[in-house]
């Protein structure tokens, strides 16, 4: 049995709940907010639709309830332990991230960086962390060139920085954190522009081991594709799942994984199996498809007060020796 089809049998197994992650300081959230916009206009993107005023009526009150529901998913999903880093995607500005750091994740006293990105509609990407486990050397964003045809597409977030692990022991840790362009207009018409993300994230994994062979470098995000291993020099731990088995998406009644990490084989024996968070307070029923979907904060038009129409994936690094 090779060790992708191991994986996929251990995935399908475990039952994937906060358990997973407990008594573990060191753990490694990635989550697509879906759509987490605060209310005021910015005349240099499209917001429009999430205002008071707009289609989705969006109010304060929403986005504060919005905040601490994001909130109430982290705190279960690390057992009230501060993660040592978080993925955070598809949020419109800095004023979010600040909202949501300095707001009801201030127990966890996390710092971020955060890049605006080039995208129309202001989504953008960022990297929490926690500065008792990761402290942040440098960081930037990168560019994923569009053609002059397409609409521009968010940029990759880069962070390197020192991991502490258990003992004081500290190692170098690259991030990438990303939110690939999305499957609009259909999965093969917008394949090249996920082609042109990867070529950038290679770009990076390759300079990256040019320097240090060794690297410890972790990818995540959504990739807004079901898994593969398409990056030489890294691997990807999440697995295809069967449409009716939960992914971190779901689409017109089928699951798939769209949100993934890559791991270099330097990092990945130190770190624990993938899970999705999956407790019931993020599903609801599928009134069309059914079974369960995630329990997102609008079904079209109206607003039903839930977290996203992702299910955050998480793993944990494991205590070195």
């Keep these: 049995m090779t060790h992708r089809n191991i994986l996929m049998t251990i995935v399908l197994a475990v039952t994937f709940s906060a358990a997973c992650f407990a008594q573990n300081d060191f753990m490694i959230i990635s989550y697509n907010v879906e759509n ?44 009230w332990n501060s993660p040592a880093l978080i993925g955070l995607y598809e949020f419109e500005n800095e004023h979010c991230v600040k909202d949501l750091v300095y707001g009801p994740l201030k127990r966890y006293r996390l710092r971020y960086c955060h890049y605006e990105s080039p995208d129309q509609r202001g989504i953008d990407c960022a990297l929490l962390y926690n500065p008792k486990r990761f402290t942040l050397l440098e960081s930037y964003p990168i560019a994923v060139p569009m053609p002059a045809s397409e609409r521009p597409t968010r940029d990759i977030l880069y962070a390197k920085g020192l991991m502490r692990f258990a003992q004081g022991s500290t190692d170098t840790l690259h991030v990438m954190v990303c939110h690939l362009p999305s499957q609009l207009g259909g999965t093969a018409a917008t394949a090249g ?73 330097a990092l990945e024996p130190l770190c624990s199996l993938p899970v999705i968070f999956q407790e019931p307070f993020l599903l609801s029923e599928d009134e069309k498809f059914g079974g369960k979907e995630p329990f997102r904060s609008y079904n079209g038009p109206k607003y039903i007060g839930g977290f996203s129409d992702h299910l955050p994936i998480g793993i944990s690094i494991k205590r070195v020796r």
Excluded: C
């Design 36 to 79: 987490l916009f605060d209310t005021r206009h910015d005349t240099l993107k499209n917001d429009s639709a999430f205002l008071p005023d707009g289609y989705y009526h969006w109010t304060h009150q929403r986005y504060k309830d919005k905040l601490e529901k994001l909130s109430r998913v982290i705190a279960n999903m690390s057992k």
């Design 193 to 265: 522009k996920r082609a042109i993300a990867h070529r950038v994230m290679q770009a990076t994994v390759d300079s990256i081991y040019k320097q240090s062979p060794n690297a410890k470098i972790i990818i995540m995000g959504d990739m807004n594709a079901t898994p593969v291993d398409n990056l030489k020099g890294m691997k990807n731990l999440m697995v295809d799942m069967p449409t009716d088995s939960i992914g971190s998406h779901k689409w017109q009644g089928q699951w798939s994984m769209l949100d993934q990490f890559y791991l270099s084989p």
